[in-house]
């Protein structure tokens, strides 16, 4: 089965805290996402890493950067933490091999709190 | 703009009865569709998928999900629905022309009631 993990489940940080959210797959996939989930607006794409080095902007990147150093590994970074990043934040991996569907497969999420 | 739209925020249903979770898209070329699930403080999890061929998918959980092209639907179905289907439903698209990114539905918060 492919796992998708994240550095923490929950977390509590002050507003201007640097803060490093971590994501790690096991299955060699080439693509990477960080999606921010809040109520009643679905998952919006922050950044995503089609190859180790490799990232484009999603929807919402202001405020935020990430790090694809090695192919399994992709962190948010948020710069100076604000309160309005409060939110959930989900990891997510795929294949991009010829033939492959796409499909996504998630971790179980970090909670970010920012007070 | 591509968009995916599940215009119902809440579903309720009793136990038993069928459910149908709806999802509509305007995207380009000839997408693939997908059905995933979330449970309380869990990440998502994929439920099934539509790429090509017959109009009916069959997934995880007894869920299946009809593909319609002229009306540009792909809405999620149960024949009977379990108190432990409540969950958070979200539709999601990859557009024909995209190697990479998914658009995803605003989600639908599913209640069955016993």
């Known amino acids: 089965d492919v796992k998708v993990t994240q550095s923490s489940r929950y977390l509590v940080k002050r507003t201007g805290e640097k803060v490093f959210l971590e994501c790690v797959q096991d299955?060699?996939?080439?693509?990477m996402f960080w999606y921010r989930q809040d109520p009643g607006l679905g998952l919006r794409l922050i950044y995503f890493?089609?190859?180790?080095?490799?990232?484009e902007k999603g929807d919402i990147p202001e405020g935020y950067s990430v790090s694809r150093e090695k192919k399994e590994r992709f962190s948010l970074i948020l710069e100076s933490a604000s309160t309005n990043q409060t939110s959930m934040y989900l990891c997510a991996s795929s294949p991009q091999s010829r033939g492959s569907t796409y499909e996504q497969y998630f971790g179980p999420g970090t909670r970010l709190t920012v007070t | 703009a591509q968009s995916v739209a599940q215009p119902e925020d809440q579903v309720n249903v009793a136990e038993g009865n069928p459910l149908t979770v709806k999802c509509t898209y305007s995207?380009?070329?000839?997408?693939?569709l997908f059905w995933y699930v979330q449970y309380p403080n869990r990440g998502l999890q994929f439920l099934l998928k539509y790429i090509t061929g017959d109009n009916l998918v069959k997934g995880s959980y007894g869920f299946e999900a009809e593909f319609n092209k002229s009306q540009t639907s792909f809405h999620l179905k149960k024949p009977s629905a379990l108190v432990s289907d409540s969950a958070l439903y979200f539709c999601?698209?990859?557009?024909?022309?995209?190697?990479?990114?998914?658009?995803w539905g605003a989600g639908t918060k599913l209640i069955i009631k016993p």
């Open positions: 299955m060699d996939h080439e693509n």
């Open positions: 999601a698209v990859r557009p024909g022309d995209s190697n990479y990114q998914l658009i």
């Open positions: 995207v380009s070329g000839n997408p693939y």
């Open positions: 890493s089609y190859d180790v080095k490799m990232k």
